[in-house]
């Protein structure tokens, strides 16, 4: 959509392909165009953070997406959380509206290299066109992996058995917190470490993104890793005893209108009957019904370091850009920045120029040199986060953040300024 909204918006005509509802995937129920299958969050909006230099950074780039994302904003304490429908839905509309783009309805299985192309399809690529890519980029440089959280119907939670409140804040009503004993969380990880799981297909080469491991996967490395992990107490006390809960399952509003809740953090591997069972023995969901259960499903992303050049096209393949999540980026608006920064490159190589590259210190040139630098290890998806911003140097620690944020503000501004005639 990003990269779309970019080309159109300097006069360029776009044919945007787009195969649902045509052809589906696992994940996706609809036919509309931005839909998110992950979580409706988009992470924090402190801009003392990283999440949030990103935001400020895609502010500045005029991204479709945050302006929408805050048009249909939940409540979510600090983070940027939305209506995942009516996200969709104004999304959808704003490309339909842009006269300048063409949707095509309909599966792209090919990619004419000659002609100048930004694929951006996202975690669930067609089989046809993953086999492509790889053809492209190499099949042994092409992974899989991924799982999603379930949706809670907010009439089945036993509402005396959970209380609201965010972290630090007890006053909060943007989570709703379930909290168990200590002999109700030793319980629970027992039975969901013994309990039947959904099994990868053999071509699927299955790396998962640490910040977004299946439950069972976090409790199967020690008994407190949930404790430790997305089930963390911290900060949270339950206003009927005053006291922090031993664990907690946070859930947070689906959409608007509260008729819905989302488990935080519990994207699960297992069969959706040990969802049932297993969810269940939560005290507050004993009677729970799912609107949609968690599920694993193929997240394509490539090697984009031993794949990419700077500007997302694909080594050897000048007119063809990569965007989104195949790139390595991880998130919501990481992607909607990627998709952005290819759509500039894309533009760059029509106007016969070179993209020049954001500076490291910067949240986006953070993310473009971590998918575009080779390295030693395997490459692995990330996501924002200052581990990969460049280190604003021999600087005592109580200037260090601020030294930091005016550093990312000089280098961004910058780089704003070298693309003439591409903003």
């Not at 309990?195 to 071509?203: E, M, N």
């Not at 969802?275 to 939560?282: D, G, T, Y």
């Amino acid at each position: 959509m990003e990269a779309a909204h970019l080309l159109a918006g300097r006069g360029l005509r776009v044919e945007l392909f787009e195969m649902r509802p045509q052809a589906s995937t696992p994940a996706h129920t609809t036919g509309l165009l931005g839909e998110l299958v992950c979580s409706n969050s988009l992470k924090g909006t402190d801009p003392q953070t990283a999440h949030g230099l990103l935001k400020k950074e895609l502010a500045r780039l005029d991204s479709l997406v945050l302006a929408t994302a805050f048009e249909t904003r939940v409540p979510a304490g600090k983070a940027l959380a939305v209506d995942r429908e009516a996200f969709a839905a104004a999304i959808t509309r704003r490309i339909e509206s842009n006269e300048n783009i063409r949707i095509i309805r309909e599966e792209v299985c090919e990619i004419d290299a000659d002609m100048p192309t930004i694929v951006a399809t996202g975690p669930l690529t067609s089989e046809r066109l993953a086999a492509r890519l790889a053809e492209m980029a190499g099949s042994d440089r092409l992974f899989f992996y991924d799982a999603i959280s379930p949706i809670v119907d907010a009439r089945s939670i036993d509402y005396s058995r959970a209380f609201f409140g965010s972290r630090w804040d007890t006053g909060s009503t943007d989570y709703l917190n379930c909290p168990l004993s200590r002999e109700e969380y030793e319980h629970f990880v027992a039975e969901l470490l013994e309990a039947d799981r959904v099994h990868a297909h053999a071509f699927e080469d299955v790396r998962f993104f640490d910040a977004c491991l299946p439950v069972e996967v976090i409790a199967g490395r020690g008994s407190e890793s949930l404790r430790y992990g997305p089930m963390r107490p911290v900060g949270i006390v339950n206003p009927a005893d005053g006291r922090r809960p031993y664990a907690v399952v946070q859930l947070r509003r689906e959409n608007l209108k509260g008729d819905a809740y989302n488990m935080v953090g519990f994207q699960t591997r297992l069969t959706y009957p040990e969802q049932k069972r297993i969810f269940s023995l939560i005290p507050a969901l004993s009677g729970a019904v799912f609107h949609r259960y968690g599920s694993i499903h193929r997240n394509t992303y490539l090697d984009s370091p031993r794949v990419l050049k700077t500007d997302f096209s694909i080594r050897g393949h000048p007119r063809t850009f990569l965007a989104g999540q195949l790139t390595g980026v991880e998130g919501y608006l990481e992607s909607a920045a990627a998709g952005i920064y290819a759509g500039l490159g894309l533009l760059s190589h029509l106007k016969g120029g070179e993209l020049p590259v954001p500076p490291a210190d910067t949240a986006l040139g953070a993310l473009v040199q971590y998918v575009t630098e080779p390295r030693e290890e395997r490459f692995q998806p990330s996501n924002i986060n200052f581990g990969i911003m460049q280190d604003p140097g021999e600087i005592h620690r109580k200037r260090r953040r601020e030294a930091r944020l005016e550093r990312e503000y000089r280098s961004f501004e910058n780089w704003i300024d070298s693309l003439s005639g591409l903003i």
